[in-house]
């Protein structure tokens, strides 16, 4: 059960309101690097958990934190809107400069939103839940909640790159923290299950017997003009240590021919095809 | 550029045609977890791919090979499809237990495809392109593409279990091996960049100056009513060294409580608001 | 900032699991009528609530309240789904019935989850977060949340009615019961605010010269061949008091006909255009 | 059956073409705000209302007259649109001042559509039908009506906000105008069924005995750190007249710690989860 | 504008209600193949079109009959669901048969709509639209309109032929000849405005000099183990009568092996790429 | 099966990089007029296709072909957006025409791509394969594929009219003429299956028995104060030589005037519906 108090759980301050940035910074909301993903995420994972209760508790607890950041971050949008103009008539709406910004600014925040924060990316599309990553497998659970920490760092730090508004570059740094932290926390998991090499390849219950281990350690190399780089994935121990990289370079087809023949007479298909 | 040969990546062959796991199949090329999604993830983060030029060579080569999946997938899809009933009259539509697999398949095969495979997942929903994850960051990528290829393997496992065609069984075994190799080969290329540990966080050219670093290590507990789970993430070393893992409980919220004020005159809003 | 605690907000019971139940009642976290919809709702409305300080705090508050809605909802999921075969040699999966049953499941409950909830609706179409309809006019957001109550409510009600689970039946008689109090407390605020009469038409800030009123209080009839019903739309004072109800019949166009002339050279236009 | 006669509803007129302005008025067309979604809404709910026949009748006069709506802001956007360059080297495209206004103007005008109207939003995110609600039930049914005409007269406050063209400002004040009517319309539906306070809760065919009344009439606070407000909803008798309002704060849960136990075998878990 | 007469434009009998033919019958309303879109497409290329307003007329008045395509379609739908159970409580929802026929049912026509059309296709997913395509080109146009009629044609063929109802199949004819006749109007207008030929390639206003007309005419073989299939399209004078067929296989890249280089500093690389 | 070669199809030289050509050249990767849907659609054709196996052939060729599309322009998205500004520092972002310019880029290039392409379309929005047109019948999906390259020559030639880049005029000089061949060959198979006439109406296998044929050959003239236009379409033999065309005006609706009486006891509706 979920509960809520009245502060934000961190301080959020803008100097300069700046419309495009409102729109920029909907991106750590609504976009798939943003904190709807990762709440939700992290949410239904925790609903399928199976096996060890320790790690439920800690996605239910860190979905209930990214809530929280979803909280502040609209309040950041919200602020960066403030005074911006909603009348052709106002001063500032006759600047050009106020104009050209305003060019570069969601224009649903002005007709939609009332000058707030919405579920969209910087686009302005909505999110959609199929961003949801959630297998009830921990290995590819956890793979998928440090891309999306990974991602999200990454847009963190773009953004605040991209501003010069000491307040938001606080909170930004903020965030930038904790997705250190959350990337930190979910490879922590694997490595308390054993460490990255035991939870190889996922899922590590499959039996070997249901894979065709012929294929399962060779680089496949595509390239008709090029050889295959050399690397780590080429030779060597595999990273699970059940076998030895190599390279398959100009490869043969090892199927067949598919053809369909004939179409079903009453299926929809033209006479030439039946 | 690209270029094909006429034979399949790999044989397909289908014993009992079965239109409801043909509907499965469908999973495997237009889910989140299918082939669509990883040719055309990697071919993206090819076309981004800045410094080392290896890595771009491998996301293409593995793009290419991902498009062969998608067609011997396909094929399989439309032989399962083999011979379904088209008109009410057939003696097989009027067979109860035909008509109840019927009711489990996906009509839009009968009605829309006209017996083939499409670019939908196992509910019929279009893949969308918003799953090709590519920031132009070699971290998060290489780890988008270990989720992207832990989800199909758990994918692939699941499909293997649930259907008895040998044929199947086979083509299963080889998509289960070709999954284990790509999620090697992506963390080799992390190995190969210096290991893990020198990725983290991700993106490490992040300066630490952009990171309120006071909030980078401690694990956030937001339950009220339970102790924080303990384990690897809660003490000791950080994973990237950089820090050491702390839990903080009862959090306090550290910002203020928000407050839009008035609504501007003429901005939509009801007249209580202004 | 949000908090949590590890027990559910109501009990979850399910005498005897049924996929397709589970099926079913991701309509009620995922779907248009669902629990993610009103949480995210209210939780957009609160962060973007100017006026009445009271408003945001009630939205923020009942959004919480709703993320412990999906929250037990999908336990029942979960539940619901347990014991499901998963590999085709289980008795069960041999089991006609069963087979019958799981042909009306959701086959991604199988593939793609590991038998627990997903934020779609019962279709398996994910939610998308345009439904989240937040205008920044609090008589237009409390009108979009007792329509979301209101379809929730008829929701869960027809759940009710199709279930024979007494577990089941439990809970949803609470969720049908809070559905009452949630239709009710919206009302309210508008009450709070004057009733419904001093806040239409909504937006009551736009000044009635910018209203063409000499069409504001004329229902208009399309029909061609019938009457305009009569009632309390066709005849008397209007609701909001500033105008007289009439009827307006076979409508005459007010405007031109329509004509763009010749397309643009060089815009992409057919020679025959231009 | 449908009709059309070769005039627009309304006159449009546009003094000066304006494709920044343009962009906007699609959220008109193609936003959940705008008229593909009412046209659409009251023709699927006409569709399938079941009982008095006058409301089917009403909602399919009302669909058409959305119909013609679209259709004369369609002739709207074209016209904003009219004389926008099309080539580089055109003079105007070579003006700083029309280029920033290009930049804020929808490209697939330019690019996609020629010149004229899309059924997209002010964000070129194309209109979904999962926007029409239509459940039914009279009750939920009138309530989206009067959301979904809420939300388009605070949109067309806006858009009239922002223009000082005085064709747009004329078209505008005509919807505004419908807008009122149509919010009224739906409300007095509601009225002449035996008024708001008999449709309560909706829907009012819901067996007490179907709910859990000793939840049914309180406000539930979750917050931890703020005593509920106080107002209509908190104290007094329930709008529908069936209860008293009280207020639950501090709330304890009333379920169980959730937890799920193991997984299945071969169900695509962990080894550890198992 | 539009009107409305209270009759459907064609009789719709259901002899026995079918609610898995209902699901059916949504893709011709809510699918790519359905009336909404040809309806749309049609509706906004008519507001788009300039040049002959012949066009204009023909589009505007076939879209409005498209319309009453959409009513008979839903008004067949709610009578293939008139009766269905809606309680676990009826006879009919305990007979194994309905059962199993409810599992191949559309779920949300009991939850969602109350047992009537809804704007979604055959697998639930609602209609985008994306799908309306309307390019301000009138050969562009013509061919999507064709190009829906053929694929609206096959659909009501494969509706035609799964159905044994004999209202429906009645109600079917009645489309399938209009989809003739649709199919011959668009391309009427073709032969209208010169012929097919004259109308290629569209744009036939782009002038030669922006075409590399030396790749104009070639058939590219990719295939790395097959000659080109001969055929019309391989040899002898192009459609257009401007040019000769060839084809080229075994083609060489014309371009350059592409290298982005490093990433720039502080663009959210990692170290490692820059 | 799949190969590639490491240089593109074709050069790809941008003069002077541009990040608002680079949003509007994301159009034609993701757009619907673009080269994910063609190498897509015309993949799943292939994979589809029954009957002359020539034609499976023909379609999996130039499905190839378009990936490599997809791979230059790519390329030409990414050296448009070499040396875009990243950090408000950058003497270039301070500015004020290279901030115009960003006002009229796509943020997400930016934010979340590391300046390079992107799936979407250009206005961001992601392609979503439910535009991939496959429908098993050959007539209908080579309409199709004249559309898409119909719409693709459209956009193209736009492109080009839009840009002063020798570079970028050279690679759409040769997309330009892609166009034209795909547009030939695909309307070269019809003729090879006999001539257009001989394909209509699609599909062509329909029996005439189940259409009804009194209703194939006119035009229906819905406006009720116009006369139908006359031309090709309105007197003279069908374009399939099996009927004569008409014009049917003012016309009377053929069916009932639908009602579905009262709702059913429990169904979710209102006691006034019941």
Do not use: C
């Amino acid at each position: 059960m979920f509960h809520h108090s009245s502060k934000l759980q961190y301080t959020v301050r803008v100097d300069k309101p700046d419309p495009q940035f409102a729109k920029l910074l909907q991106q750590a909301i609504g976009g798939i690097e943003g904190e709807i993903r990762v709440a939700m995420q992290y949410f239904f994972q925790a609903m399928g958990a199976r096996g060890d209760d320790r790690i439920r508790n800690i996605l239910m607890s860190t979905a209930t934190e990214e809530l929280s950041h979803i909280e502040f971050l609209g309040h950041a949008v919200a602020l960066n809107l403030e005074g911006a103009p909603v009348t052709a008539q106002e001063e500032a709406a006759k600047d050009p400069v106020v104009h050209a910004i305003l060019g570069g600014a969601n224009p649903r925040h002005l007709l939609s939103s009332g000058l707030s924060a919405m579920p969209v990316n910087a686009n302005g599309v909505p999110f959609d839940m199929s961003h949801v990553y959630a297998t009830g497998n921990i290995g590819a659970d956890m793979m998928a909640n440090v891309t999306a920490e990974a991602g999200g760092r990454v847009l963190a730090s773009r953004l605040y790159n991209w501003t010069e508004d000491s307040g938001m570059k606080d909170m930004l740094s903020f965030l930038i923290a904790r997705d250190t932290m959350h990337q930190q926390q979910w490879l922590a998991i694997l490595e308390d299950m054993g460490g990255l090499k035991a939870s190889l390849p996922v899922p590590n219950a499959t039996p070997q017997s249901h894979e065709a281990t012929e294929h399962s350690y060779y680089y496949l190399n595509t390239h008709l003009d090029q050889d295959a780089p050399e690397g780590r994935w080429s030779s060597g121990p595999s990273l699970d240590g059940r076998g030895e990289f190599s390279v398959k370079a100009q490869p043969e087809p090892l199927g067949q021919v598919p053809s369909l023949g004939k179409a079903k007479p009453n299926s929809g298909a033209q006479k030439e095809q039946i």
